[in-house]
């Protein structure tokens, strides 16, 4: 048994910026983290983090409340306004906390962080490091939490919450590296997993963006919120969906159709190509829905030669690199085909402003959490943002609640019998071995289930197919076989765990989507194509339950921003 | 449907004498678009569950998966099988490191050699209440240094590391570097001791494997040269930026 003031689960950015906040306060806390922080996710966000510095020409009468104003309306209305304004108003501190910290932003020529135009945005507030923002944040916040000397176990695989008389008390770990099991105990835990993409097969995340933390916290009896509204960007490569930032757009490049086009000048005439995310992703799907993908197929170009190689080399390097690496594209000389894909859950545990869920000593910060800051829909931008803002302040929530407590880290019960559930669990699953269901068919079915029915465009009937296939799916988990048991850097072991919470995660998607008759945000059904705020403005709480979620709906914190019909 | 031959390096410690050589192979149906990496994990799901390899964001910018790929440092993700024009892909761990399993290298000395030279940014002044100013071309001269993943490949290639446990490699020295020309950096000698000794920036013979090894195409040797007239002119004339 280990024992750790704080038990931070995950260490990307919101893990590491939660982490750094406790540990300077005086916390003794650890990061648990599947890979080393340095690898986490966070690092693949690119184009840049929002905040109304009012460094740019354009920008000088810029607010956190016109941020706020943006993010609420992006939000499709479903974000909660006090949230918002929080987030936004944290906004310019974090990120001057980030560059005093050694962050290397881009720089105008008066030595201001570098802004650029963003979708949904009124005004260029998105500061940036080249199209490597999230590297550089990452490696930064790698950097303070060695300087902090934060406890990091790095490459243990957490596999279940301790919950001892209703609160969360640690965790247990899959040691990857020694292999065995191992019992983390702590009077508080952060879940900092990041999102579930995985989910999808046509998805922008990283392999490890499983859902992870979000489904231990909703089997621990946590719900999960707004699961339905899944994110797809607009601009990922065609065949491996790896993302081309939204930076390529805010830098001027044009999306064209089969026919050569700027078709966005049908859908949002005043923005173009920087409207919203969803709407963006929308308007490329009905393009090619229409026949007018390139040669008919279904991608589209996104096209920056106009840009010229110069510009690219200054601000969007590693888009270049991406598209020649990963699609045989310079898009110097050559339009890059892309697509929309799977790359953000709006949904997550459900958490207040400082990352509280409803159980005590459990807390939840970015992707994997929901406040919920994005409601139906996020800005570009603002996800960076949420995990610096709201790791923070989950970090300083749990020195606020463990003022006073006393230190206890003595073994209990419930520790060793939470160590011998998950030992019993892999015993089962070893137990039928090549006999059991094969956990790939499974996850590749899941995953082709969760694009093809739930995606940028959704309707009854076919989201109800997906329903019961993702049922049935759930049914062959109960009986799945693990061929390797033992052992150190055990995939087999990691990939089949990991399966059955991204299947229930999968499920809260589907179930809330099919529920929810009305077209918000992200949720675009053919069925019912108009925004239903009499029934709809309010918050989908799903609950774990026997035989799939059971929904319940919960209000939306309204009253500084009065719902609009969306448009731009 | 095609088909692309892997010759894998694996190494199981509970059954493997420390120094084995054994290597499976491996047939992976193939597309054109076939990275290594996606051919590990078809080999991972369909064929050998035990075979472990890291991996994370599978988008060249995380460090997990470098790799020596038919006798080249390379970044699995990065490489796609049709550029490699081989018949057989052979795919080992990063030479010259001890091994945890299979394709996983044990990074511990990697990174604690990382810590060592107190890779954050250091400040004596109070911090003002907005961003502390950096013209754009202060700036510049990091954009090589910070597009470091550390993924380890110089590390393994470097003969000085082979030969000297203690030297600090060329991403520790890097990551030196990347804040000591830091405008805003104010170490002056706080971080100095960890790279100006024996154990630092002298050990560098220029050798160059770094460079050639590093799939981010960065070039720590000339870091590391930078370091070593730093230190000559702090000696000379007192200062070093």
């Known amino acids: 048994m280990v024992y750790h003031q704080l038990i931070v689960v995950g260490g990307g950015l919101a893990g590491l910026r939660a982490a750094v906040e406790a540990k300077a306060a005086g916390i003794d806390v650890a990061i648990l983290s599947q890979v080393h922080p340095g690898r986490s996710h966070s690092g693949a966000a690119q184009g840049g983090i929002n905040a109304a510095l009012a460094n740019h020409p354009e920008g000088h009468d810029d607010t956190p409340e016109k941020h706020a104003f943006d993010t609420v309306k992006g939000s499709d209305y479903l974000a909660d306004q006090d949230a918002a304004i929080q987030m936004t108003s944290d906004a310019p501190g974090v990120i001057f906390e980030m560059d005093h910290w050694g962050c290397p932003f881009s720089r105008f020529d008066d030595g201001r962080i570098a802004q650029r135009p963003f979708g949904g945005a009124g005004y260029p507030r998105t500061c940036y490091a080249a199209d490597k923002t999230g590297h550089y944040m990452l490696h930064t916040l790698v950097e303070q939490a060695y300087k902090h000397e934060i406890t990091m176990y790095i490459e243990r695989f957490v596999m279940d919450l301790i919950v001892e008389d209703g609160e969360c008390r640690g965790v247990v770990a899959y040691d990857m590296t020694k292999g065995g099991l191992e019992e983390f105990r702590g009077e508080a835990v952060i879940m900092a997993t990041g999102g579930a993409g995985r989910t999808y097969s046509n998805t922008t995340n990283a392999v490890i963006s499983t859902g992870g933390g979000a489904a231990m916290a909703y089997h621990a009896g946590v719900p999960l919120k707004d699961m339905e509204f899944v994110q797809f960007h607009p601009t990922g490569l065609y065949t491996t969906h790896i993302l081309m930032t939204e930076a390529c757009r805010g830098e001027g490049g044009y999306l064209i159709n089969g026919e050569g086009e700027r078709f966005m000048r049908r859908y949002a005439p005043s923005v173009m190509e920087l409207a919203p995310r969803d709407i963006t992703s929308r308007s490329i799907q009905q393009e090619i829905d229409a026949g007018r993908g390139i040669d008919g197929k279904d991608y589209v170009y996104l096209d920056l030669r106009h840009l010229g190689a110069e510009l690219l080399a200054e601000k969007l390097p590693g888009t270049r690199d991406l598209a020649i690496h990963f699609e045989g594209v310079?898009?110097?000389?050559?339009?890059?085909?892309?697509?929309?894909?799977?790359?953000?859950?709006?949904?997550?545990?459900?958490?207040?402003?400082?990352?509280?869920?409803?159980?005590?000593?459990?807390?939840?910060?970015?992707?994997?959490?929901?406040?919920?800051?994005?409601?139906?829909?996020?800005?570009?931008?603002?996800?960076?943002?949420?995990?610096?803002?709201?790791?923070?302040?989950?970090?300083?929530?749990?020195?606020?609640?463990?003022?006073?407590?006393?230190?206890?880290?003595?073994?209990?019960?419930?520790?060793?019998?939470?160590?011998?559930?998950?030992?019993?669990?892999?015993?089962?699953?070893?137990?039928?071995?090549?006999?059991?269901?094969?956990?790939?068919?499974?996850?590749?079915?899941?995953?082709?289930?969760?694009?093809?029915?739930?995606?940028?465009?959704?309707?009854?009937?076919?989201?109800?197919?997906?329903?019961?296939?993702?049922?049935?799916?759930?049914?062959?988990?109960?009986?799945?076989?693990?061929?390797?048991?033992?052992?150190?850097?055990?995939?087999d072991l990691i990939r089949t765990l990991e399966l059955e919470g991204m299947v229930d995660v999968a499920l809260a998607v589907a179930t809330g989507a099919v529920a929810r008759t009305e077209s918000r945000g992200s949720h675009s059904r053919t069925d019912y194509p108009t925004r239903d705020d009499e029934t709809w403005l309010k918050h989908t709480m799903a609950h774990s339950a026997a035989g799939g979620p059971r929904l319940d709906y919960k209000p939306v914190t309204l009253g500084i921003f009065e719902p609009q019909e969306r448009k731009y | 449907m095609p088909e692309a031959k892997f010759h894998v390096k694996r190494y199981d410690p509970a059954r493997d004498a420390k120094d084995a050589s054994r290597y499976d192979d491996f047939v992976v149906p193939y597309d054109s678009s076939l990275t290594v990496l996606e051919g590990l994990f078809s080999i991972q799901e369909h064929q050998d569950g035990a075979l472990a390899f890291r991996y994370c964001c599978r988008a060249s910018v995380c460090g997990s998966c470098a790799m020596y790929i038919n006798g080249k440092y390379r970044l699995a993700c990065q490489t796609n099988l049709r550029h490699l024009h081989a018949d057989v892909i052979t795919v080992e761990p990063m030479p010259h490191l001890p091994l945890v399993t299979d394709l996983v290298c044990d990074m511990s000395d990697f990174f604690a050699k990382y810590e060592y030279v107190k890779p954050w940014l250091i400040r004596n002044s109070a911090a003002p209440e907005t961003e502390i100013l950096q013209s754009p071309e202060e700036r510049k001269k990091l954009d090589m240094p910070i597009d470091c993943i550390l993924c380890g490949a110089c590390y393994s290639s470097c003969p000085s590391v082979w030969t000297e446990d203690n030297y600090l490699g060329p991403a520790a020295l890097l990551k030196a570097y990347r804040f000591e020309v830091d405008s805003r950096d104010e170490a002056r000698k706080v971080r100095l001791p960890s790279w100006d000794n024996e154990r630092g920036a002298y050990r560098c013979h220029t050798i160059a494997n770094c460079v050639e090894a590093c799939p981010k195409e960065l070039n720590p040797t000339e870091g590391i040269q930078w370091l070593k007239m730093a230190a000559v002119r702090r000696r000379l004339f007192g200062r070093s930026k």
């Open chain 1, 330 to 491: 310079d898009p110097v000389r050559e339009p890059i085909p892309i697509q929309p894909c799977q790359h953000y859950s709006m949904g997550g545990i459900d958490t207040d402003v400082d990352g509280r869920t409803l159980m005590p000593g459990l807390y939840a910060a970015g992707e994997c959490a929901c406040v919920s800051v994005h409601g139906a829909n996020r800005l570009g931008g603002n996800s960076l943002l949420e995990t610096i803002v709201f790791g923070r302040r989950a970090g300083a929530a749990v020195v606020a609640d463990l003022a006073g407590r006393a230190g206890g880290g003595d073994a209990s019960a419930v520790g060793a019998r939470a160590v011998a559930a998950v030992e019993a669990r892999v015993a089962a699953l070893a137990g039928r071995g090549a006999d059991g269901q094969d956990p790939y068919a499974i996850r590749a079915d899941m995953t082709a289930t969760m694009k093809d029915h739930f995606g940028v465009f959704r309707e009854e009937k076919q989201m109800r197919e997906g329903l019961e296939r993702l049922l049935a799916l759930k049914q062959r988990c109960a009986t799945i076989g693990l061929r390797n048991a033992g052992g150190v850097f055990n995939l």
